[in-house]
């Protein structure tokens, strides 16, 4: 796969930076407009509002240290060398399957193959797995 070119590494970076904008004002403004309406609604003075600001502005560092951990796990996945031996980040386990008219896949376990396993080709004779057969014995 292609490294991403830098125009589109800018744009990225650009964008990603709008919306940890985005995450810090949102949720102070919006709780600050409630702590507003609460505060005329019910006739409780400011100390309504400056509980809610207070709100918004941890809600506001929780969102934004979520979304820069969630950028900077994107740009560590993207970084990194593709023949590492270790899944990119996101991607979903995978396993192999068989494939049409050649069998089941082998294992990576080796610890159940025979010794003395003798590969003449074709198979058995007569079509069943004897493990006389396969041992390297006598193949009639």
Known sequence: MAQPSSRFRALSGILAVGQL????IVPILLFTALGVWLSDRFGLGVWLTVLCIVVGVITAGCTFYR??????????AED????SGEPP???GETTPTALPGIGEVPSAD????KKNTKITGG???DG?????????????
């Open 21 to 24: 904008g985005i995450s810090l």
């Open 80 to 83: 990194k060398p593709r023949g």
């Open 110 to 113: 080796t610890s159940q193959v």
């Open 89 to 91: 980040t996101g991607a």
């Open 128 to 140: 069943a797995r004897s493990d006389r057969y396969h041992q390297g014995g006598d193949n009639t």
């Open 67 to 76: 979304t820069a951990r969630e950028f900077l796990a994107r740009q560590r």
């Open 123 to 125: 198979g058995c004779p």
